[in-house]
């Protein structure tokens, strides 16, 4: 039996129930028209779960195609210089197209294909989501669309040329804010018109019903692997778990296989972006509340009225207004913590982590790595602590260097 196949069957959560709730949150919020289409992916899904050929397939191209498993690294000049716990990184970034999107876009395509989908939609920010997916339908022959805002394309240049040569299709969205919500609400209006032979991947563990438990168990593998890594590495569990929240699949993905082992602490880091001000971060836990966005419940940034409020990161990964419902139920029950993390603090561990340990991170893994720097310097060196790299820095020198260097220096 693969891992994948037994996962399932070992679920000892309550959650989500059987209208994709978790505690007070998530659900499945959508005008009726997509209501079928939810339903018959739940159903392909909880199928293909129980499907040997399906699980072997997926394991077959995470080990043959990603990469898997990623390697969980000792961070020894980081410890160091940290002067107290034990500090490994989950090597994400070292997944094919350098960050841990891939395991959810593989997954879910080879879903649309099981389900004799002929065509993939997505929607993309920053464009990292999108070259994961265009890479999964390169990869299984399936024709791809990916919707973004015509700002985001402009921001974004080299992963719109990425995409195209992978041979998808980028529609440019210039409506609204031109971005990533009206590159979200452009693919969802897609997806009602053509549901027949359209399968919509979403990025992240967040949406309506079905799509943040498909994308947890996508993701699961990181920390399925990070568990009997530091068991070999170690002999023991981590004691800490550190790892920034987007929409969360990364951080979900790393924690959920020690939800179970109290004494393992899991922290989520979000982007505290300049200030904890209005439109000045992305710290849905420090400065949002309860509300609903994409078709589900959970934490989101809004004002008085309802309304979604703008938001600010140096990484555009973590620039959004909500959180997956998951992550808004296990921080209301206690289980997991969540923190913030400044642009300027994810910028110092950006540089820190790249002179140390000769490995450039994402600006959204800086955010985590500046939690760490915040906390390990007081820990036991007997203490061990896993942070999730969760995608390497290349996308981001261009930007760090106008950010670090002086203008005439810059070229
Ligand atoms: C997209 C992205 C994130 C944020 O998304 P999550 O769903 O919260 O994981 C984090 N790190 C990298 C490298 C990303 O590309």
Redesign the pocket.
């Known amino acids: 039996m693969s891992e994948h196949a037994t996962s399932s069957k070992t679920q000892k959560h309550p959650y989500p129930d059987a209208k994709g709730r978790y505690g007070d949150f998530g659900g499945r919020y959508v005008p009726e028209t997509l209501m079928p289409a939810l339903q018959e992916l739940e159903k392909a899904f909880e199928t293909a779960q129980e499907d040997p050929v399906f699980q072997e397939t997926l394991r077959h191209y995470e080990a043959t195609y990603v990469g898997r498993p990623t390697p969980l690294f000792f961070a020894e000049r980081f410890t160091e210089h940290l002067g107290g716990a034990k500090v490994y990184f989950k090597r ?2 070292l997944a094919h197209t ?4 891939i395991n959810n876009a593989l997954g879910q395509v080879l879903l649309a294909k099981k389900m004799g989908k002929k065509r993939i939609i997505a929607e993309t920010g ?1 464009g ?2 999108g070259v994961a997916t265009a890479t999964a339908a390169s990869l299984l022959g399936l024709e791809c669309e990916v919707y973004m805002g015509t700002a985001d394309m402009e921001r974004q240049k080299l992963n719109v040329f990425r995409m195209r040569l992978l041979g998808t299709k980028v529609i440019p969205v210039s409506s609204g804010s031109k971005t990533l919500k009206d590159a979200i609400n452009e693919a969802l209006r897609d997806w009602v018109t053509n549901v027949g032979e359209t399968h919509y991947v979403l ?3 967040h949406g309506p019903h079905p799509y943040p438990l498909i994308c947890r168990e996508f993701q699961r593998i990181i920390g399925r692997e990070a568990r009997r890594q530091i068991m070999e590495q170690e002999g023991r569990l981590p004691d800490t778990l550190i ?9 979900i ?1 790393l924690f959920f296989e020690f939800l179970e082992d109290k004494d393992v602490k899991m922290i989520g880091v979000e982007a505290g972006g300049t200030a904890i001000e209005p439109e000045k971060h992305a710290a849905r836990f420090a400065g949002g509340s309860p509300g609903m966005l994409q078709g589900a419940m959970s934490y989101v940034l809004q004002d008085a009225d309802g309304q979604i409020q703008a938001t600010h990161s140096v ?1 555009a ?2 620039d959004y207004a909500s959180v ?1 419902p998951e992550h808004a139920y296990l921080r209301a029950v206690g289980r997991i913590s969540y923190e913030y993390a400044m642009d300027g603090e994810a910028l110092d561990a950006f540089q820190l982590v790249s002179r140390l340990e000769g490995i450039i991170p ?1 600006l ?2 800086s955010h985590a790595l500046a939690h760490a720097v915040k906390i390990v310097p007081s820990m036991d060196p007997s203490e061990v602590v896993i942070v999730n790299m ?3 820095g290349d996308k981001d020198v261009d930007q760090a260097a106008r950010l670090l260097l002086p203008e005439e220096d810059w070229a």
């Open positions: 994400e970034d350098g960050a841990h999107k920053a990292q989501h990025g992240t563990v790892a920034c929240v987007g929409g969360g699949s990364n951080s993905g990484s990964g973590l997956g994402a959204e893994s969760s995608g390497r």
